[in-house]
């Protein structure tokens, strides 16, 4: 059977999920005070609870012990301990308006207001001693004087006060949020909830959901999130991960609680992977007779950040000249591709590809072909996020 262990209670099941390293000593131990104590406040405040807010923090202890009374014996002792301490010398006296031992109830002691101090307790008296027979007085001791228990006032709890709801919610971005696919956006969903005078609301719970096809997720795989506002109204969604899909998306805002619920919807935009670094991988030799295919094929591999990037749109054009000032523009004589297809290879020749990077980031080019025309040229290949290699191509006379 399960029982509950350790100086927090925990069973060893729940003890499994929610368990901590309290004290960094690389182990989780429900009998180790500072991992259960740790635990314990981790089981407290999920589900974005805030036990400054007194609903919270009644499901919270009602989440250890689903009764009304073990509740109200808990916030008792709260009330004590925030206030300093209440020392029960020994563990005899039960928890304020906790049940007796037999069954029932402490009694309680007539309120008191707040900051009176608790009546001290009467210290005992010495025993009288039983006089001599023959003194002329009674045979019979005097019993000692009782002490009455001391009484404990119960504590007291100032009416909560209800804050005024929020009404609306205001963007606090700065525009369209927008990340590369596979990437994580580098801002993140942010609104502030306001009252009616434009005031900020917190403690508003504000729903984040995203819509669209392009597979994003906040951070950790999920679509939907509820997050708490602080003091100064402001909530802000987990970060956001881009799909492997470009293409737009939105993220919903919204305001719960309130009796038609507000919501704001945030754009966004996956666009195309990029790389920030092309090289070269090859070492095919780059000059070649008219007339005939350069030997093998130019290989690259495109970078971001330092890692492979996979899916990166590429395109290589082969231009006349050795200088840039010869233009930018692709040659219409020189060395050229070809492009897939049962047509004459007279009508499939091109000098401007299109090409994708695979799963590693790489970059294999067609074969390279040359005409009659010799000279010197350049083969320029730019990706999406604009890496960029520019290699010098040769085409000799025949031998």
């Known amino acids: 059977h399960d029982r509950a262990v350790g100086p927090m209670q925990f069973i060893p099941q729940t003890w499994e999920s929610w368990g901590r390293d309290g004290n960094g000593d690389g182990r989780r131990d429900p009998n180790n005070i500072y991992d259960a104590a740790l635990a314990a406040g981790s089981y407290l405040c999920a589900h ?11 499901q919270a202890i009602l989440g250890y012990n689903r009764s009304q ?15 300093g301490a209440h020392e029960v010398p020994d563990g005899s006296q039960p928890a304020p308006g906790a049940p007796t031992g037999s069954g029932g109830t402490t009694p309680s002691p007539a309120p008191v207001r707040p900051g009176t101090p608790s009546p001290s307790p009467t210290k005992p008296g010495k025993p009288t001693k039983p006089a001599k027979p023959g003194d002329g007085s009674s045979s019979k001791p005097t019993p000692p004087p009782t002490t009455p228990p001391p009484t404990t006032p119960p504590p007291t709890t100032p009416p909560p006060t209800t804050p005024a709801p929020a009404t609306r919610l205001v963007d606090l971005g700065d525009g369209a949020l927008s990340a590369p696919a596979g990437e994580r956006f580098a801002e993140r969903p942010a609104v502030r909830a306001e009252r009616a005078d434009k005031k900020p609301a917190a403690q508003a719970k504000v ?13 950790g795989g999920a679509t939907t999130v509820t997050v708490t ?8 969604a987990p970060a956001l991960l881009a799909g492997g899909k470009p293409g737009a998306l939105t993220v919903k805002a919204t305001l719960l609680g309130t009796t038609e619920p507000v919501t704001l919807g945030l754009r966004g935009e996956v666009t195309a992977p990029r790389a920030d670094k092309l090289v070269r991988t090859d070492e095919t030799e780059l000059t070649c007779e008219a007339g005939a295919t350069f030997e093998g094929r130019i290989a690259l591999t495109a970078t971001r950040d330092g890692q492979a990037a996979p899916g990166v749109a590429a395109t290589a054009t082969v231009l006349a000249g050795a200088d840039p000032a010869d233009g930018e523009k692709a040659a219409d004589q ?8 049962d047509e ?5 020749r091109t000098r401007e590809l ?7 980031g790489n970059l294999l080019l067609p074969e390279l072909h040359t005409d009659d025309t010799t000279g010197t040229f350049r083969l320029r290949v730019e990706t999406t996020g604009g890496a960029v290699v ?4 040769k085409v000799t006379d025949p031998a």
Not at 354 to 360: I, P, Q
């Open 48 to 58: 974005d609870r805030d036990l400054t807010v007194e609903r919270d923090l009644h």
């Open 69 to 83: 009374e073990y509740l109200r014996t808990v916030l008792h002792w709260y009330d004590y301990y925030r206030k």
């Open 207 to 219: 729903r984040f959901t995203l819509t669209g096809e392009t597979g994003t997720t906040f951070e």
């Open 229 to 236: 506002t602080k003091a100064d109204g402001v909530a802000k």
């Open 334 to 341: 020189g060395p050229y591709f070809l492009t897939p297809g």
């Open 344 to 348: 004459p290879a007279e009508d499939r």
């Open 354 to 360: 299109t090409l994708t990077t695979d799963a590693k």
């Open 390 to 393: 520019v290699l010098e191509l």
